[in-house]
């Protein structure tokens, strides 16, 4: 699979959250990788400050990843969701880089 896009998104969680997020993005991590071919996704905490957390999804294209939502299963999507709403102590940010060479 060329990945031709990448989408990170980016956020901050307590530390007393910290253990359990990353619990959380393993069971993510390895239902996405098991069940899809199209977007492979992995998860990285920053090496100065471990609440910081980055996932990153590579994808062949913009629609791969915008159909990843379409096919996940429930406990996958409420997990994401519980992120946002039960982790993440600010916004998440989102980004998405298309390769260019």
Known sequence: MAQNT???????VKESKRLELEGILRDIVGRINAAQQSVRCSAYCEEDDPTTFVE????E?????DALE???D???SQNIRRIAT???T???????LRRVA
Not at 6 to 12: A, D, E, F, G, K
Not at 90 to 96: D, E, G, I, K
Request: with cysteine.
């Open 6 to 12: 990448l989408v990170t998104i980016t956020y901050s």
């Open 86 to 88: 039960d982790f993440a």
């Open 61 to 65: 294209s913009n629609d791969a990843y």
């Open 74 to 76: 429930e406990e996958t």
């Open 70 to 72: 379409d096919t996940l």
């Open 90 to 96: 600010a916004r998440q940010a989102v980004v998405t």
């Open 56 to 59: 990153v999804y590579e994808c």
